[in-house]
């Protein structure tokens, strides 16, 4: 049996009329079939005619969700803001499915998240599920870190927006957000975060988690900002949840749950190692090191008794901090948006510590050329680049301090800072000066090996009182840590016997020798101290939010 195809009738003959037409009847032909509408254009006109634009305002599903959104748009001195009902939140994940998928988010990306709150073992027992997203600050966190201005809070709604476009990845303002919400999205090279769903607000549609919650535990408010800040004040909040005085968050909480201060976030007992953020690591240590060589020279330049070629340790200064300037681009998401960085001068740490060592290092450089060939304004250059790099140091503390993370305080870190600039500074020179044979200068080095020796041991001691600080004390006597905290008191106890040794043997045949092993024990001990810094600190933290 054989199957033959053949053309429908309607097409055979249409192709012969087609073929036999005048040009003129062709044409007209084809003028007639494109005056026909689509099946799409039809179904458009049909809706057209049959819609009452003066009763059909609103989606089709606002009936369910219409008691969920605030009545009017905020008015001066208000914005929007979640309300969550504790006693309505069931832990179910509805919000995050409906959050991840209405909003087309990638593979292990989420913008909202749910986690408990448990009751302590001494109270009466509890488990009470919290669903949590952005809070949309008052004062956000996010924004005022932020270098490249990739944030802006809309001034009608006070959404708090990032701008995917302007962001370079330089993840500051996951460190600066005390809840935890911006989330680098590794493939992407970019932070990401909730934004309320804006553009379907703007439609009067509710947001993704709104609609999808079963039991109508999250909603849209219109909250006065005045009330906000009352709420911070008081500490009205979440329980076990950062300070609410950081960055006043607008998202309000009601249930039962919110009077019980016993509860504890159900991840309260774990306490893992954060990223060790090596390119920061780096870029801490060698600019510390440069600006500690600068301001060195500048001291002893200043002190006409003393006479000694500047030349190597400002060529040393210039090569460490230009090595620090590059390695930190490691750190970005895009490092060739770079350039972005001072765009946040007015607002953000990060933007003034980019600023003042990118003045610093040029004229360190500069100071060590002039000094080279013995110019009258070497000193002019060197007291610039001395007094930008502390500067540059003082932002350093601040980038970290503004984070509300107890072991990055400002003390704590301006203590850590300095002594790695006048550790390692110190036994530099003291090493150039044994290395030219000035025997004349044998008190000057007595007195570089002195402070490195002092610097040595203070490291020693701020490890020995870390271990007991809470509340990294768990943290940093877990098994992870261990080998970390070994090396570091390894190296430092070797970097302050090389010191001490010169201390008291400057002139020793192997003064030289002892002097570069110290070196590099506490260059080692001071890059293990960075890693220490970002490994072992303990964040702030919302009980929903997902631990990766």
């Not at 019980?260 to 159900?266: I, V």
């Amino acid at each position: 049996m054989t199957l033959t195809l053949s053309e429908p009738d309607s097409l055979s003959s249409t192709k012969a009329t087609t073929s036999s037409a005048h040009p003129a009847d062709l044409i007209s032909q084809l003028l007639r079939e494109q005056s026909c509408l689509t099946a799409v254009d039809e179904f458009s006109e049909w809706m057209s005619s049959h819609t009452d634009t003066a009763t059909h305002t609103e989606p089709e599903q606002a009936k369910y969700y219409r008691h969920l959104l605030p009545q009017h748009m905020p008015r001066a001195g208000q914005q929007l803001a979640f309300e969550v009902d504790l006693d309505r939140c069931s832990g179910c994940k509805a919000c995050v499915v409906a959050c991840h998928s209405l909003n087309g988010l990638d593979e292990g990306e989420s913008f909202r998240d749910v986690g408990l709150l448990l009751g302590a073992k001494d109270q009466s027992g509890g488990l009470q599920h919290v669903t949590t997203a952005c809070h949309h600050c008052v004062e956000p966190g996010c924004l005022s870190a932020c270098p490249v201005n990739a944030y802006e809070k809309d001034p009608v709604t006070g959404i708090v927006r990032h701008l995917d476009d302007q962001c370079f990845g330089c993840q500051y303002c996951t460190l600066a957000c005390p809840y935890e919400v911006p989330k680098f999205h590794a493939a992407k090279a970019i932070v990401r975060k909730c934004d309320m769903c804006s553009q379907r607000l703007a439609v009067g549609e509710a947001p993704a988690c709104v609609q999808a919650c079963p039991h109508q535990a999250i909603s849209i408010r219109t909250i006065d900002v005045a009330s906000a800040w009352m709420a911070a004040e008081s500490l009205t909040f979440l329980p076990d949840s950062p300070n609410p005085q950081i960055t006043v968050p607008t998202t309000r909480y009601i249930g039962r749950a919110t009077t019980r201060s016993e509860l504890r976030a159900g991840s309260y007992a774990a306490s893992a190692p954060e990223p060790a953020h090596v390119p920061l690591g780096l870029l801490l240590v060698f600019s510390q090191w440069s600006v500690g060589l600068t301001v060195m020279v500048w001291l002893l330049q200043s002190v006409p008794a003393i006479r000694m070629n500047s030349t190597t340790p400002l060529t040393i200064a210039f090569v460490t901090g230009a090595f620090a300037a590059i390695t930190s681009t490691l750190h970005l998401g895009r490092p060739q948006y770079a350039f972005r960085a001072v765009l946040g001068i007015s607002h953000s740490w990060l933007s003034r510590e980019i600023v003042a060592f990118g003045f610093c290092i040029p004229m360190t450089g500069a100071a060590a050329g002039l000094s080279a060939i013995d110019s009258p304004l070497m000193f002019l250059s060197l007291t610039a680049a001395a007094i930008s790099g502390l500067l540059g140091i003082a932002a350093s503390v601040m980038i970290y301090h503004v984070t509300h993370r107890p072991f990055w305080n400002a003390k704590r870190s301006a203590v850590s800072f300095l002594l790695t600039s006048a550790g390692l500074s110190s036994l530099t020179v003291c090493l150039t000066l044994l290395t030219t044979d000035v025997t004349s200068e044998i008190i000057l080095m007595r007195a570089l090996a002195g402070i490195a020796f002092g610097c040595g041991l203070m490291r020693l001691t701020l490890l020995h009182r870390a271990l007991s600080d809470r509340p990294n004390v768990s943290l940093m006597s877990g098994y992870q840590l261990r080998d970390v905290i070994r090396d570091q008191a390894l190296l430092g106890t070797v970097f302050a016997v090389a010191c001490g040794a010169i201390l008291l043997w400057p002139v020793s045949d192997a003064a030289g020798l002892v002097a570069g092993v110290g070196l590099a024990a506490g260059l080692v001990c001071e890059l293990t101290e960075r890693s220490l810094f970002f490994r072992a600190v303990v964040p702030l933290r919302m009980p929903g939010v997902v631990r990766t």
